[in-house]
């Protein structure tokens, strides 16, 4: 999997995010999400290839988008994905988003590299019920490693770590997703470092 940049138009209250190709978007932030320099913004399925889009360096604001949009939307070569604005950004201060933990974290910036679901289906974090889970948070990771499975139609798949632009092995940052959990195609699972 690749990455892109976003095209960026600027306006009097922010930037508006651009798509820098024709495809389907998925993974947008909700709207009120701070997200910081080279941050993750979404994936971009072109034809049967995933890029993944980030901003670009010296960029940051609080995301603007219509919460009543599908996960996946399809996009026009400069269709705007979404907006930062800048002047809420000011108002709530350099520390936007400081101050949550835990679950409700959401709104700080996640850098990482962002495994998604390659299908719908269920997710199951263990290989069987009395197992312990193929990973947990703090746990580093290499190229290969299984991080869980999604189940199709009685068929279990195996999701696992193909490495980043990084490198070939990181550290579980974040689990987005419940044992026995129903996901989309393109949903975030796991949030690795």
Partial sequence: M????????????????????????????KSGVFLGPGAFVGRLR????????????????????????DWIIPVAYGQELFRLDQQQLAGAG????????????????????????????IFYSKPSPDAPPFVSEGERVEKGKALGLIEVMKTFNRILFQGTDQ????????????DSEEVKSGQPLFLIE
């Fill in 94 to 121: 350099e520390d936007a988003g400081a101050g949550q933990s835990g679950k409700d974290a959401g709104s700080q910036p996640e850098e990482g590299y962002v495994v998604t679901a390659f299908t719908n289906g």
């Fill in 2 to 29: 690749t990455s892109l940049k976003t095209l960026i138009e600027t306006e009097n209250s922010g930037h508006v995010v651009l798509s820098p190709a024709v495809g389907n978007f998925s993974m947008a932030h």
């Fill in 46 to 69: 072109v034809l049967n290839s995933y890029y993944d889009l980030y901003l670009p360096a010296k960029m940051q604001g609080l995301v603007e988008v219509d919460d009543g949009l």
């Fill in 167 to 178: 490198g070939d092995s990181g550290i579980i940052k974040k689990v987005y997703v419940e």
